[in-house]
């Protein structure tokens, strides 16, 4: 279990670390480590150059932005698990953090090592889909970005070029009312990967009708996925426990699910109807409990 | 290339190759073989050390970029050379351990969740220990040992500050 051997640099700017990228094909970024470094110890994965970002100033933080939320690459699972802003502005990511991993892998780990990877069951990935998140990103040219929706190809498989480093991930201020979220997931044991995940948000006005819902599933196929038709068959109704239930069954119908040596097609496609339904229960439950829609 | 680690306290300057892990300079380099080296890809948690007071996988690090962090092994944890720290009489009369190879990678699992927690339900204590496989115990009774760890510190801490012992 030792990597084969290569050189290490340590850029202080984004745009150093994407001229060193430039100039080497089998050069890697290393941010926190958490999936690279056992890739590297079981040597599947034999870069050249390691260029180590983590501590490119530019990178690091959690910032309000257009009254959405930006989060820097570097920013560790543990900084965002208990952060203030992130509670307040994206809660369904807080609420999913503590199932990433375990403490000693959130307390290295960073948010962009986990969405640039793209693992199909990782939480952070699956949060960023379901909310419809944007990718920040540079390369060569400048600063870019691209919504998530265009960003994960195949499993570990995105969109970003080749010589690119992604910067943070941004998350639009969200639609005003009293809102909720869920997530829930299975998986063979404590802080493994899910077999199946599911988050929710839920938007509801003073009536209790619901004005906006966003759901997602990861796990389950190639890549995390947005249930967009929940929003057709929730949006304008009351949602009681058996509208949420029909419209889970009926969201996840045509969902691509993986046959693997963990679980069949058909188990996963029925866990995903079932922890679909049960975060929209929790993302609704949450949102009747919130006061009023001042808080946004 | 060239490293300085800041380990248990004191500064140490190494020569390294960058593949290097900080589990294996801390055992091979510096001789600290209290890290214990079990599945080295992440998995396991025997090489559970503290970065910066975080528990952290040693095998996760590289040697050359832990410098500037305040790095902690398990021999930092006795208060005095030849004594135990609460939490870890509290895995010897718990019966906590039986190889040894996780347990390292427990106590300091333990002793961070003790720092922020003084009362941890059992529940807390199953997640603070999650990333840390044992194939020996079961587990039940190294989540007694720290339980019994914390009820110890409570009880010090109060008579300490005039409470109930």
Redesign the interface.
């Known amino acids: 279990?030792?990597?084969?051997?290569?050189?290490?640099a340590r850029p202080n700017s984004v745009a150093a670390a994407c001229a060193l990228l430039a100039a080497d094909a089998d050069a890697r970024l290393?941010a926190g480590?958490?999936t690279l470094?056992?890739m590297?110890?079981?040597r599947l994965s034999r870069p050249t150059l390691?260029v180590?970002i983590?501590r490119v100033p530019e990178l690091n933080g959690i910032r309000e932005k257009h009254s959405g939320l930006e989060i820097g690459a570097t920013t560790r699972h543990?900084e965002v698990e208990t952060s203030a802003l992130v509670r307040k502005h994206v809660p369904l990511l807080a609420r999913a953090m503590?199932w990433v991993?375990?403490?000693?892998?959130r307390?290295?780990g960073t948010i962009g090592g986990s969405l640039a990877h793209g693992d199909p069951a990782a939480e952070v990935p699956l949060v960023a889909v379901t909310l419809g998140a944007q990718i920040l990103y540079e390369d060569a040219e400048g600063p870019k970005s691209m919504p998530i929706n265009e960003f994960y190809l195949a499993p570990t498989l995105t969109a970003l070029p080749a010589a690119a480093c992604l910067t943070g991930v941004r998350f639009a201020a969200p639609v005003a009312g009293r809102r909720g979220c869920g997530f829930h997931e299975v998986s063979a044991r404590?802080?493994d990967f899910a077999i199946v995940a599911a988050a929710a948000e839920v938007v509801l006005d003073p009536d209790d009708i619901c004005i906006a819902v966003s759901a997602g599933i990861g796990g389950a196929g190639d890549t995390p996925v947005r249930l967009h038709s929940l929003a057709e068959a929730l949006v304008g109704s009351k949602l009681t426990d058996r509208v949420l239930g029909e419209a889970a069954r009926a969201a996840v119908a045509d969902l691509d699910t993986a046959d693997d040596l963990h679980a069949s097609a058909a188990y996963r496609k029925r866990v995903a109807a079932v922890l679909a339904e049960r975060a929209l229960r929790d993302a609704r439950d949450e949102a009747m409990q919130a006061s009023s829609g001042r808080r946004g | 290339m060239q490293v300085s680690l800041h380990v248990n306290g004191t500064l140490h300057t190494l020569e390294v190759e960058p593949r290097l892990s900080l589990l294996d300079a801390l055992r091979q380099n510096l001789r600290l073989t209290g890290t214990h080296a079990g599945c080295e890809h992440g998995v396991c948690g025997a090489c559970t050390v503290l970065i910066d007071g975080e528990p952290s996988r040693a095998c996760l690090m590289l040697a050359v970029r832990a410098d500037g962090y305040a790095i902690q092994t398990i021999e930092a944890i006795a208060p005095a050379p030849g004594e135990l720290s609460v939490l870890q009489d509290a895995f010897c009369e718990t019966h906590g351990l039986q190889c040894g190879y996780c347990t390292p990678g427990m106590i300091l699992a333990g002793h961070v969740l003790l720092k922020q927690n003084s009362s941890p339900t059992r529940e807390a204590v199953v997640e603070a220990i999650s990333g840390n496989l044992c194939r020996c115990t079961g587990y039940g009774q190294i989540v007694d040992a720290i339980l019994l760890a914390a009820e110890r510190l409570r009880a010090g801490n109060a008579a300490k500050t005039g409470g109930r012992p």
């Open positions: 279990m030792k990597p084969v051997n290569f050189d290490y290393i480590g958490q470094i056992p590297l110890a079981m390691l180590d983590l543990v503590p991993g375990h403490p000693a892998i307390a290295r404590r802080s």
